[in-house]
């Protein structure tokens, strides 16, 4: 969809995401999806009367280093507070939140493109909170589900500095990328655990003030937000050309129809009534805390992009895909890493990586689990260590690829990993049944036989249309089976060709 270039979206982004701890934020209660509704609940995250939250110091660590990731300042004293609202699935009539004292403060993403930063992204916070409940609506009422009540939440606020639907993705798959690495989040989208809400106005391009926005709830994948942003942004211009009014209001994407929907008027901030949390005392963090915690940053996404294109000579587009999955780029340093086994050379980087993009790729996506249930990494490396060393060819080691996809259940359960068997990779059998014949004896006796059953053909190469050169090699590799070593078929069959030997 093209926009009136006469107008700029101004875009902010606010990201809502699931800590990956084993309990809730003020309870013992299990952080954990799919359970039966209402199954993981107790009194406190049920806002029974007169029970007192406590507070999860698992929680300060991961925040205290997604703030770090960001480059945010840490608050040594931060504040919790109420924030009042009324909805069935928030029993206590107030979600703890903070407000005018937020643990991480400041900050910025940088937004990558093609190997460089395309935009920084500054953040205003972010801030620990705990997350409502889940309404399920039917055709004959709604019920509510409380188990995602009190879960840890962090909210990453951006500041208006995104100016297109597709900058918008790419921050927010940058943001994923970052808080995956770090253990902060599992950024699954479809459990909700990583969910944006989006405020897009427009201004006329070349003036400072603001227009009218709007905000775009609870956006749970990333075509979602660029379609609903990229809606929105035409509806405003539209509204603006026709010398309508903008409202400010809360809307919802309906993906079936791909139109925004009013949902009520936009809240300002004294709508929710803040004031501190008179149950929980002030957030104190210790600067030994932020040090151990800088001590145990892990490299982060756009560090491991930079390295393996300087590294490793790869494109910012390979880079780019490797490192989008932590597990992928996990995978591919060992199929690289050196092996003790002599005998065979490890697989090239260029080899590694375009392996791993195109086929091992493929076989996850289409077991929809993550790569390390798919893939053992040895046999990865084992098999493309054959390929480096001409013991089979790559359309072989393709071949051979879905019989290492690791023994697993059909269902999805994430505590099936024990379960899950090896691979079939045995070297010795894979050679036997598809390795190359490198014979150079053998080669040339078969290119002999195609020269003289083609001598047509060959009058028409040696007549100047040497693109038909593969149209032998073909033929040569056909009539030893698919086994020949293409590199010897190509050194034998040019010379031939070229009236040497032949």
């Given at each position: 969809?093209?926009?009136?270039?006469?107008?700029?979206?101004?875009?902010?982004?606010?990201?809502?995401?699931?800590?990956?701890?084993?309990?809730?934020?003020?309870?013992?209660?299990?952080?954990?999806?799919?359970?039966?509704?209402?199954?993981?609940?107790?009194?406190?995250?049920?806002?029974?009367?007169?029970?007192?939250?406590?507070?999860?110091?698992?929680?300060?660590?991961?925040?205290?280093?997604?703030?770090?990731?960001?480059?945010?300042?840490?608050?040594?004293?931060?504040?919790?507070?109420?924030?009042?609202?009324?909805?069935?699935?928030?029993?206590?009539?107030?979600?703890?939140?903070?407000?005018?004292?937020?643990?991480?403060?400041?900050?910025?993403?940088?937004?990558?493109?093609?190997?460089?930063?395309?935009?920084?992204?500054?953040?205003?916070?972010?801030?620990?909170?705990?997350?409502?409940?889940?309404?399920?609506?039917?055709?004959?009422?709604?019920?509510?589900?409380?188990?995602?009540?009190?879960?840890?939440?962090?909210?990453?606020?951006?500041?208006?500095?995104?100016?297109?639907?597709?900058?918008?993705?790419?921050?927010?798959?940058?943001?994923?990328?970052?808080?995956?690495?770090?253990?902060?989040?599992?950024?699954?989208?479809?459990?909700?655990?990583?969910?944006?809400?989006?405020?897009?106005?427009?201004?006329?391009?070349?003036?400072?003030?603001?227009?009218?926005?709007?905000?775009?709830?609870?956006?749970?994948?990333?075509?979602?937000?660029?379609?609903?942003?990229?809606?929105?942004?035409?509806?405003?211009?539209?509204?603006?050309?026709?010398?309508?009014?903008?409202?400010?209001?809360?809307?919802?994407?309906?993906?079936?129809?791909?139109?925004?929907?009013?949902?009520?008027?936009?809240?300002?901030?004294?709508?929710?009534?803040?004031?501190?949390?008179?149950?929980?005392?002030?957030?104190?963090?210790?600067?030994?805390?932020?040090?151990?915690?800088?001590?145990?940053?892990?490299?982060?996404?756009?560090?491991?992009?930079?390295?393996?294109?300087?590294?490793?000579?790869?494109?910012?587009?390979?880079?780019?895909?490797?490192?989008?999955?932590?597990?992928?780029?996990?995978?591919?340093?060992?199929?690289?890493?050196?092996?003790?086994?002599?005998?065979?050379?490890?697989?090239?980087?260029?080899?590694?990586?375009?392996?791993?993009?195109?086929?091992?790729?493929?076989?996850?996506?289409?077991?929809?689990?993550?790569?390390?249930?798919?893939?053992?990494?040895?046999?990865?490396?084992?098999?493309?260590?054959?390929?480096?060393?001409?013991?089979?060819?790559?359309?072989?080691?393709?071949?051979?690829?879905?019989?290492?996809?690791?023994?697993?259940?059909?269902?999805?359960?994430?505590?099936?990993?024990?379960?899950?068997?090896?691979?079939?990779?045995?070297?010795?059998?894979?050679?036997?049944?598809?390795?190359?014949?490198?014979?150079?004896?053998?080669?040339?006796?078969?290119?002999?036989?195609?020269?003289?059953?083609?001598?047509?053909?060959?009058?028409?190469?040696?007549?100047?249309?040497?693109?038909?050169?593969?149209?032998?090699?073909?033929?040569?590799?056909?009539?030893?089976?698919?086994?020949?070593?293409?590199?010897?078929?190509?050194?034998?069959?040019?010379?031939?060709?070229?009236?040497?030997g032949g």
């Open positions: 969809m093209s926009i009136d270039e006469r107008y700029e979206p101004v875009i902010g982004l606010e990201v809502h995401v699931h800590l990956l701890t084993k309990s809730k934020l003020f309870c013992g209660c299990p952080n954990s999806f799919g359970a039966e509704p209402n199954n993981n609940l107790c009194p406190v995250c049920a806002a029974m009367p007169g029970v007192l939250p406590v507070f999860n110091r698992q929680v300060l660590e991961i925040a205290v280093r997604t703030g770090l990731a960001a480059h945010c300042e840490i608050a040594l004293r931060s504040v919790f507070a109420r924030k009042s609202y009324f909805y069935p699935d928030l029993p206590k009539g107030y979600q703890i939140s903070q407000y005018e004292a937020p643990l991480c403060v400041g900050g910025y993403i940088e937004v990558p493109a093609n190997g460089k930063t395309a935009r920084r992204v500054r953040l205003v916070r972010i801030h620990i909170e705990e997350d409502a409940g889940k309404n399920i609506h039917a055709s004959d009422g709604s019920l509510v589900d409380l188990n995602r009540s009190g879960v840890p939440l962090l909210e990453i606020v951006g500041e208006p500095d995104i100016r297109s639907a597709e900058e918008a993705g790419a921050y927010l798959r940058e943001l994923r990328e970052i808080l995956c690495y770090i253990g902060a989040s599992d950024g699954k989208m479809e459990e909700g655990s990583f969910r944006c809400d989006a405020n897009v106005s427009v201004r006329r391009r070349g003036e400072e003030q603001f227009g009218v926005r709007t905000e775009i709830k609870n956006l749970n994948s990333f075509r979602n937000v660029e379609k609903a942003i990229a809606y929105e942004i035409q509806r405003q211009i539209e509204k603006i050309s026709s010398s309508e009014r903008v409202l400010q209001e809360t809307l919802l994407w309906d993906p079936d129809q791909e139109v925004t929907r009013p949902m009520r008027s936009k809240e300002f901030a004294n709508d929710y009534r803040y004031f501190p949390e008179p149950d929980l005392p002030p957030l104190v963090v210790e600067p030994e805390l932020i040090e151990r915690v800088k001590r145990s940053m892990p490299e982060l996404p756009a560090e491991r992009r930079a390295r393996y294109i300087a590294q490793f000579t790869l494109s910012p587009s390979e880079a780019d895909v490797l490192t989008g999955d932590k597990e992928l780029a996990e995978c591919f340093e060992s199929v690289v890493a050196s092996s003790a086994d002599v005998s065979l050379p490890p697989p090239s980087p260029k080899l590694a990586a375009n392996f791993l993009i195109t086929e091992v790729l493929r076989e996850v996506h289409a077991a929809n689990r993550p790569v390390k249930d798919v893939f053992d990494p040895t046999d990865i490396k084992g098999l493309l260590s054959l390929v480096q060393g001409e013991k089979i060819s790559l359309n072989a080691a393709k071949t051979v690829l879905p019989e290492l996809v690791l023994a697993q259940s059909s269902r999805p359960d994430k505590d099936l990993a024990p379960q899950l068997g090896r691979g079939r990779f045995d070297a010795e059998q894979i050679v036997k049944r598809f390795g190359q014949v490198s014979d150079e004896a053998a080669i040339a006796a078969a290119c002999d036989r195609i020269i003289a059953a083609e001598s047509a053909k060959v009058a028409e190469y040696r007549a100047g249309k040497t693109q038909m050169f593969g149209f032998f090699v073909g033929l040569v590799m056909k009539a030893m089976g698919g086994k020949a070593n293409p590199k010897v078929i190509n050194q034998v069959l040019r010379k031939k060709l070229s009236g040497g």
